[in-house]
């Protein structure tokens, strides 16, 4: 089977096949993370960029990484936001890299729809890695592979997830993939954090803790940005730690055996307890191991890979 | 110079009049309005007859909310080809908002606006003033001065008042002078870093959201000043349900408040954001299904009593780029007429209705002497065709702006002549 697509921008536009595909192609690249020499020739010649307009370790090195396994050369950029609001436009950005011939372009932007809009400029395939509050796709794709390998499936299962999902880019991409996969998604946060209108998701949003990890497979927490959004959204990161983190007690609510899952970076002691984080249900972990095979798979399957 | 429209479906709702009949005009005002003018007039010399069966004769249309962007912001529009677009669109008379660089908040710049119309001899272009010195919101600005130069009436338009107390002292100050306060209701707190309509959709794409409250609130302080004060309120660009409802109510009460809103809220909704298109940032956003429903309703019932376009141009580069980015606001000149035909091939409104919010309720809101065709009045008037399918082409726009949303879409009903003071200053056919 193929990917019979151009780009990757969101999980609004993969079907449930497609998603089926990409899982199944990113388990069969894990055995490559653990050789000893960890590369294989398949995307040899092929140019990679990455586009970064916002700060980012893990899906930076990610993609990087992924890149660098199936021998692809890649290219690393990082541009702040706000030289660009004063320089160059992104479409010009953009066209300049269209002119040096690469194959994918993965682009990080604080703007919702950066990557659409470069999708429809340019002839080379983009990869969404995180566009404002939106989608943040390879996330939500390692997110339902590691919940598949651990759980050996996906629908029917009960995901919980906590935080501000109003602000969440990964949030969203995880309710359209676990959805659209068959899985019943509570998400609970302070009611300032869920956005209006989010049941039309197909979600049963609650505003305790406790309401929405009852019961749960799978909880998943959010972090919690605590740079620019504590001023009006939320009292306190000691009130939200209190009411709102993953704890001994509450994670007791969940299924004896719920996982845990945060995309990171974690806020230990905010969002989530360390003891939990670091203990015998968590799965945070797996999550980037994961990461680097589902970006290894995209990689392949948009430069044309079959399986 | 005598002009004889021959044969067309006259509509005039300054004088109730719809029927067939002909029209003629001299030295550029209205001569005669009857049955069968043709044979005693067609020996006149210079004569030109038009043969308009099937064609529809208006008063010249009027928008009375329109950003020209000259002085300050040329790349964007100048007086000229706003001029330019507005007869294409139909329009012989436009108010422009004082949102340029410098602020139309000085004689100087009402002057200057005044001598461009002249200069380009197009449309009659009416300066609106602002409200405040360089529209922020502290000081008043000199009403009586501004009035003498031409000013029609006041506006932060693109901007609330936000201070109470200054919104309070404009509308008591332009009700001495019989002047309208064009209220732009948004409330900056509520709004503040939105990008579009707060609902369903914006959960979807992310984006940052701006709540219909925020306009409701400030409709609702406005509605309060306007009663407590007895002064003459418009308010701009209504989009939500909310609103609508206040201003009926209020009108009910017999408050002196007058509203307007576009053809992009009662054509489009939220709904039409999920590609990003940068084209559909406009403030207020695009509401919901219901508010657009509302709205509709709201011009069916004469609670909103002004159509207009709201015509905001902007370069390429404005819009180009990232959805937050992008400037807001749309192009209308060339499509509002079209647009709001559709309400009357919707059964919304009748021909009659939908002109007079074109026309005799603009002109009554700024209190323009135009907006019908009485005898002696200035020769403004507009044909249009009701059959005329066309292709919206932004590329064909003589509006330097190219920021429509409604590039590609098939419209029905179209203006094909515009005459401004018994001059033909476009034609179509």
Known sequence: ?307 | MTLLLKGGRVVDPSLNRDEVADLLIKNGKIVKLGKDLYKANKAAPDIEVLDLRGKIVVPGLIDIHTHLREPGFEYKETIASGSEAALAGGFTSIACMPNTNPVNDNRSVTEFIRRKTTECGLVNVYPIAAISVKSEGTFLTEFLDLKDAGAVGFSDDGKPVMNAALMRRALEYASSLDMPIIAHCEDKNLSAGGVMHEGFVAAELGLSAIPSVAEEIMVARDLLLAEFTSAPLHIAHVSTAGSVRMIREAKARGIRVTAETAPHYFTLTDEALRGFDTNLKVYPPLRSREDRASVREGLSDGTLDVIASDHAPHARTDKEVEFDYAASGLTGLETSLSLSLGLVADGALTLLSLIEKMTVNPAGVLRLPKGGLAIGADADVTVIDPDREWICDRALFRSRGRNSPFHGWTMKGKAILTIVGGTVRYRDF
Not at chain 1, 98 to 109: L, S, T
Not at chain 1, 210 to 227: G, K, N, S, Y
């Open chain 1, 1 to 307: 089977m193929k990917l019979n697509r151009k780009d990757v921008l969101g999980i609004r536009e993969l079907s449930v096949e497609e998603i089926r595909l990409i899982l199944d192609t990113a388990e069969s690249f894990l055995e490559v993370s653990t050789r000893e020499i960890k590369k294989v020739p398949t995307l040899r010649g092929r140019t990679v960029v990455n586009l970064f307009y916002e700060p980012s370790t893990r899906t930076r090195t990610s993609f990087e990484i992924a890149g660098k396994r199936l021998s692809a050369d890649t290219i690393n950029i990082s541009a702040s936001t706000s030289s660009v609001v004063k320089g160059e436009t992104l479409i010009d950005t953009a066209k300049n890299l269209e002119a040096m011939n690469p194959d994918i372009i993965v682009i990080r932007h604080s703007a919702a729809g950066a990557p659409h809009l470069l999708a429809g400029l340019l002839r080379q395939s983009i990869i969404n890695a995180g566009d404002g509050a939106h989608e943040h796709p390879t996330q939500a794709l390692l997110d339902m592979m590691t919940i598949r390998s651990k759980k050996g499936r996906i629908e029917g299962l009960q995901v919980a997830i906590i935080g501000d999902i109003a602000h969440s880019r990964v949030a969203r991409s995880n309710i359209l993939g676990l959805t659209k996969m068959g899985a019943r998604v509570s998400v609970a946060g302070p009611a300032t954090m869920i956005p209006r209108g989010i049941e039309k998701m197909g979600v049963i949003a609650h505003t305790r803790i406790e309401e929405a990890i009852r019961d749960a497979d799978i909880v998943m927490m959010l972090r919690i940005q605590t740079e620019r959004e504590r001023q009006s959204i939320f009292p306190s990161l000691r009130e939200y730690a209190q009411y709102f983190s993953l704890n001994r007690r509450n994670i007791e609510l969940a299924k004896p055996d719920a996982l845990v899952m945060h995309p990171g970076p974690i806020n230990r002691g905010v969002e989530i307890s360390p003891d939990i984080a670091d203990g015998p249900r968590s799965i945070i972990l797996d999550q980037v191991t994961n990461g680097v095979a589902v970006r290894m798979a995209l990689l392949y399957l948009l430069t044309g890979g079959d399986t």
